[in-house]
């Protein structure tokens, strides 16, 4: 491929709309993280009101620690994501070649991380699966 790729006026067009879809996606994730955070302050205070048969035997610390962890995992893939669309907006307006691709790398390092946390998840259901085959 050569390094002076032309983008006609209708696959412009298409990736400012990609850009500005992508923008409202990572606004809504911040919020949820947001979200998730405020969560984690009050799970604790929460769950201990609940009378739950057996639930004095876990640490109420322990579900808003995971509400932390989950918050903190959750943060790439929305920061990967909001940066590619505000780099892809940039290099879009200014013909900045740069910014181009570096709101490729982003989109490259969400796809990337998004797959990986997949493949994560999907060998921890086998493993539990396979735990409860045996066990």
């Given amino acids: 491929m050569s390094d002076n790729t032309y983008i006609n006026d209708e696959v412009k067009e ?18 949820g993280i947001g979200l998730m955070i405020v969560i984690a302050f009050f799970t604790s205070a929460f769950f201990a009101m609940l009378p739950v048969a057996g639930a004095e035997d876990i640490p109420m610390s322990v579900f808003s620690i995971v509400y932390f962890l989950m918050a903190g995992l959750y943060f790439f893939p929305v920061n990967y994501l909001f940066q590619f669309s505000k780099r892809l907006s940039h290099s879009l307006e200014r013909d900045d070649t740069t910014s181009f691709t570096d709101a490729f790398r982003n989109l490259k390092s969400h796809y990337k991380f998004v797959g990986v946390f997949i493949i994560v998840v999907m060998s921890m259901y086998a493993i539990m699966f396979l735990g409860l085959l045996f066990f």
């Fill in 14 to 31: 298409y990736l400012l709309e990609i850009a500005k879809w992508t923008k409202l996606i990572g606004i809504v994730g911040y919020i």
